[in-house]
């Protein structure tokens, strides 16, 4: 069965930090992106962060670059964001998802990814 459960939300304060967490069975990730998208009330999905299936390759959404560090660890089939110097504008439910390569992150980002999390609540505020 393929799952994806997400752990690590929270309440933070801005300028704060928090470590998402998402552990991923039922999947061979050796061809499988892994991405991070949030969504806050009222607004669309975007795309936060994809990593891909080598580890090589990351992006990011711009309003997120140099803050938040996406990463992965194949031994423990696990995705996490570091978010650093938390926004108000940050907050979202923050859902893990996967998606089989081809194509790559940049596509999936518009586009969506295949299997998904139910998501973990990321709240920023003092």
């Known amino acids: 069965q393929k799952q994806l459960v997400e752990s690590g939300g929270g309440l933070v304060q801005p300028g704060g930090s928090l470590t998402l967490s998402c552990e991923i069975s039922g999947f061979t990730l050796d061809y499988y992106n892994l991405g991070w998208f949030r969504q806050a009330p009222g607004k669309e999905r975007e795309g936060v962060s994809c990593i891909s299936s080598s580890g090589r390759t990351t992006t990011y959404t711009d309003s997120v670059k140099g803050r938040f560090t996406i990463s992965r660890d194949k031994a423990k089939n696990t995705v996490y964001l570091q978010m650093d110097s938390l926004k108000p504008e940050d907050p979202a439910v923050y859902y893990c998802?996967?998606?089989?390569?081809?194509?790559?992150?940049?596509?999936?980002?518009?586009?969506?990814?295949?299997?998904w999390g139910k998501g973990t609540l990321v709240n920023v505020s003092s």
């Open positions: 998802a996967t998606g089989q390569e081809p194509p790559d992150c940049r596509w999936y980002f518009d586009n969506g990814m295949d299997y």
